[in-house]
């Protein structure tokens, strides 16, 4: 019988083969980031030989640099392998976002990385070129789990995004119905009367928005949320509710989409 040639599979290579093997790809982040995919395992290994282009070097499908690839796409031992050999856990990308790879994370809905990036010291307060902090991030998002890793974690839920009517994280969580997030910053002592920078508080943009969960969980009852709605000072500004959360959301899909499209790539 003919012999059959069986060619060897990455997880049969000795790791100093795999060390010169990263260190060939790594300025080549896309075709590094397949070699990763194969196996999990192989992240802690590789993390030395990677740790030069985490900082520096960016992925072609994505313009962002490594330890970002890695947070959106909740690539966690990765990332904790990066910062353990010393990568920077709050570098910036240079685009117009200023995202940190806490942005990325909390943005692309990563809890796992949104933890580990915490355990090594992300700073959940800085902020990006929208002005919002990672927690205004989470709030939009409605993940409970991210809002309550960063709550445990020091970030300030009275912080004001620094643009787009000094919104609180409240704010978002009630306009867009998030119930869950709601609770959690009830229970975390936010404040329903906090407001933003055009007057309105927490619970007369809920009232506004009138998502029923959220309606529920603030006032009890429709009718108590609709003696707020009618009221004069908040009817002249109803008008403006739709207004501000389209204008916020397209920023946030802006944001989403500079993140290599991370909804197409969370399952890689």
Known sequence: MPHTYTPPTLTSLPAELLLQIAAELG????????????????????????LKYGVTALDRLTTRPLLHWAAARDRSVLLAGLLRHGADVSINVPDRSSATPLHS???????????????????????????????????ITGHCRIVGLLL?????????????LHKLPFHYAVLLGHVAVTEIFLARGADVNGADSIGMTVAQKAAV???????GVLFGTQEAAMEITQSAEVVQLVPLVGMETSIAMGHFWDLVETEAHAAKFRGQ
């Open 27 to 50: 300025p080549s982040l896309h075709h590094l980031a397949s070699l990763i995919r194969t196996s999990r395992g192989f992240a802690d290994l590789l993390s030395p030989a990677l």
């Open 209 to 215: 928005a009138g998502h029923s969960g959220v309606v």
């Open 152 to 164: 445990d974690h020091g970030a300030d839920i009275a912080a004001r995004s620094s643009s787009l």
């Open 105 to 139: 994370a909390v943005i692309c809905g990563s809890t796992g990385a949104v933890a580990v990036l915490l355990l090594h010291g992300a700073d959940p307060h800085v902020r990006n070129s929208d002005g919002w902090a990672a927690l205004h991030l989470a709030a």
